[in-house]
């Protein structure tokens, strides 16, 4: 499943890395993930404060109603084998992989990686880009992407015939709340296209509950509003006490071709 990401050729696994016929050799990490990330940049993805901040954040499980309707949904279409596709820290992935026989957790940040594998002891933690992911064509029959960029040709040639494709992005009014402290003029979030080449719409639902979110600067964080939005605008969630929060989800379920 795994490939060299130098040379292409198959990784195979031995007692403490994984090696391919060219002799390129990757260190099995002590907990358990391997970095086969080719960014030189000493720093990539989340930093260890953001993630420490994430997994504050996502941990309270405001967000689970959400992950329970994307386990429902791996149930429902028999997923075996998982690739989580920019997992971060592993909140969802954990779950997961109680749900299907293999599961694979892939993200840049190697300070994410680190501590979801620390968590998650079930999964296989890699660290790289999803958009030129280290396993050969056909690997999984099943992806879960949670605000992240799409990469539908690379999850094209990852998925098997047929597989199937979670997307989970913002619905229209999710943290709306939010945008009206922060603008004078809040916005909805614009749906994203429905047509991919390599595959076809299944289903497409838009999950939303309202929460009293206590903690509405970490939530900001998690958003790209906090780099889009004025400083003197920020300073408003920082003072806020807690407030009431539209949390809302569109998912879509894709079919490859």
């Not at 990401?5 to 990757?26: A, I, R």
């Not at 954040?57 to 084998?81: A, H, N, P, W």
């Not at 933690?125 to 992240?148: E, H, K, L, M, R």
Request: glycine share 4%; hydrophobic share 35%; aromatic share 12%.
């Amino acid at each position: 499943m795994l490939i060299c990401p130098k040379c292409k050729e198959p990784l195979v696994k031995q007692e403490k890395c994984f090696v391919c016929s060219n002799h390129h050799v990757y260190d099995i990490a002590r907990q358990s993930y391997v970095n086969l990330s080719m960014k030189q940049k000493k720093h990539s993805g989340d930093n260890a404060l953001m993630v420490k901040a994430r997994s504050s954040f996502l941990e309270s499980d405001v967000y689970d109603f959400m992950r329970q309707f994307v386990c429902q949904q791996l149930s429902i279409y028999e997923i075996k084998t998982l690739l989580d596709a920019g997992c971060g820290q592993g909140y969802y992935t954990k779950a997961f992989s109680q749900i299907v026989q293999s599961c694979v957790g892939i993200d840049l940040s190697k300070e994410a990686i680190l501590y979801a594998s620390k968590q998650d002891k079930k999964t296989q933690y890699i660290v790289s880009s999803f958009f030129d992911a280290p396993f050969t064509d056909s690997s999984f029959d099943g992806i879960v992407s949670i605000f992240v960029p799409q990469a539908a040709d690379e999850f094209a040639r990852l998925l098997q015939e047929k597989g199937i494709w979670i997307e989970v992005g913002p619905g229209p009014k999710h943290c709306l709340e939010l945008k009206e402290v922060l603008y004078q003029t809040p916005y909805l979030n614009l749906m994203s296209s429905k047509e991919l080449s390599n595959f076809e719409l299944v289903k497409e639902t838009i999950l939303s509950q309202k929460k009293w979110i206590k903690d509405c600067w970490s939530l900001l964080e998690m958003t790209p509003y906090r780099y889009k939005t004025h400083p003197k605008a920020l300073e408003k969630v920082k003072e806020l006490q807690g407030m009431d929060v539209t949390l809302e989800f569109l998912i879509r379920i894709w079919r490859k071709k």
